[in-house]
């Protein structure tokens, strides 16, 4: 398919969909009619049962390792190649690998900040000139609370998410008049592989200090990534939304 003309549906880029948020971002807006590419690491499987979960044609997984500029950029062209345009982009792509500061390696600190931080740099590069010409696009990256407030044993992610703020408030300012927006959602903790992780105690710690007493669930998150994109938040850049129930407040 390569439908170029103006009322073929958005189409949205989300790195990392095959599981957890992002994949809770696809259905979401596969489910508002968008058509949806999404690229993944590894998990073959899960990213080809998401894709066969939606019309034909209207979710196109791709696998390609978001720390390898070429690689996404390859994405980026095989995405409109498929639709026939690109409208917005979600940095939802990232990885943790807790460990104390005493101990935190090297190898540690730079597999999150690239995974994460670079990454992201990456995908926004490979969409930027597409957006200028065009004069709009969407871009959420997924920080997280890790990024406003301090975590123990979380240096090397609170660096790469408060980096990914400064990111989204710099390229907001720098592009909001050629129609391009850029925001950020900071999730508190969210059900998802990532916090299954997490150690019984650490989890009773974290649930006493959300107000809402519970963790938060992948459509929570996704509906707002939803809205970002949308012209319902046509007047809104360089914002960076918590959905935390309630941690920040
Ligand atoms: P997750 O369940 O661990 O899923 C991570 C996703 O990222 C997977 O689809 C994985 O692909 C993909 N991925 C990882 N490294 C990649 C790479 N180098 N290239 C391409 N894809 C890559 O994580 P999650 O909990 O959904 O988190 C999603 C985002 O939200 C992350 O940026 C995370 O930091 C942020 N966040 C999460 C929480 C939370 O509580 N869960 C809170 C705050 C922020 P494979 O399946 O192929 O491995």
């Given amino acids: 398919m390569n439908d170029l003309t103006p009322s073929a549906p958005q189409t949205i880029l989300v790195t990392g969909g095959s599981r957890g948020l992002g ?10 009619g968008r058509n949806v590419c999404f690229t ?4 073959h499987s899960q990213a ?3 894709a066969s979960s939606s019309k034909p044609g209207q979710v196109l997984p791709v696998c390609a ?5 070429s690689a996404i950029e390859q994405a980026v062209k ?10 917005g982009l979600v ?20 597999a999150v900040i690239d995974g994460n931080l670079h990454s992201a740099f990456h995908a926004c590069q490979a969409v930027l000139p597409l957006f200028v010409e065009q004069g709009h696009g969407a871009i959420v990256n997924m920080a997280s609370v890790s990024g406003l407030i301090g975590v123990p044993g979380q240096a090397n992610y609170g660096a790469s998410k408060a980096g990914l703020i400064g990111m989204t408030r710099s390229m907001a300012v720098e592009f909001a008049s ?3 927006r850029c925001n950020a959602v900071a999730p508190g903790f969210i059900d998802t592989d990532m916090t299954r992780k997490l150690n019984e105690r650490r989890v009773a710690q974290m649930l006493e200090r959300i107000p809402m007493r519970r963790f938060g669930n992948g459509k929570e998150v996704a509906r707002v990534v939803a809205f970002l994109l949308s012209d319902d938040a046509a007047y809104l850049t360089g914002q960076v939304l918590a959905v935390d129930g309630g941690l920040l407040a």
Avoid: K
């Fill in 91 to 110: 940095n939802n792509a990232g990885i943790t690998q807790d460990r104390s500061a005493l101990a935190m390696t090297a190898e540690q600190w730079h």
């Fill in 178 to 180: 050629r129609g391009v």
């Fill in 48 to 50: 080809e049962q998401l």
């Fill in 65 to 69: 390792d978001g720390r390898d500029a």
């Fill in 40 to 43: 993944y690491l590894s998990s």
């Fill in 23 to 32: 994949a809770a971002m696809v259905m979401d807006l596969a489910a508002r």
């Fill in 78 to 87: 095989r995405c409109v190649e498929h639709f026939g345009r690109l409208d």
